[in-house]
């Protein structure tokens, strides 16, 4: 793991767990238990890395270039080839329909999917904030979130879109 910051997290994460679920276990038992509890928090990690990358990059390649504009990605589009450069006006058109149909898209979730997906990925509230927020598991918010990216995913390639 390259990041030291999200390393540091992911250890003192299970060490809260160990200590949380695991505190009255003998002492022998705690470094396995503590390894094994590592080991999963790392593949959660790269788990939603992966999926919040490809959403982030997705909701990022619609946001402008400069810093300060960046409250709303779907406000504006930064151009093709990255610059801040006007587009055609066919490419601004594009973009609109684009945008629209993300927003139709988004819409269109199940309510509980799109409150999970919008405060994951937009956001950006961890795992145990959004289920707070909503009121239910952590579990609950994962299945929620992978449910709304595969049902967003197959419907933008559906409608022919390919971000």
Not at 40 to 57: E, F, G, M
Not at 87 to 96: A, C, G, N, S, V
Request: charged content about 30%; some cysteine; proline content about 5%.
């Amino acid at each position: 793991m390259r990041d030291e910051e999200a390393a540091l997290d992911i250890v003192q994460d299970a060490m809260l767990r160990l200590a949380e679920r695991y505190g009255d276990r003998p002492g022998a038992e705690l470094p396995p238990l503590f390894q094994r509890i590592l080991q999963n928090a790392i593949r959660d990690w790269y788990r939603r890395q992966k999926v919040r990358s490809l959403w982030v990059t997705l909701l990022s390649s619609l946001s402008p270039g400069r810093e300060e504009d960046r409250d709303d990605p779907l406000e504006s589009l930064r151009s093709a080839d990255g610059s801040d450069a006007p587009d055609q006006p066919q490419e601004q058109l594009e973009r609109k329909q684009v945008i629209e149909i993300i927003n139709e898209e988004v819409s269109n979730l199940p309510a509980r999917q799109r409150e999970a997906f919008l405060m994951r990925y937009w956001d950006e509230l961890d795992v145990a904030e959004t289920a707070k927020a909503m009121g239910c598991s952590e579990g609950s918010v994962k299945t929620h979130c992978s449910r709304a990216a595969h049902a967003l995913a197959a419907a933008l390639r559906a409608r022919g879109i390919t971000l």
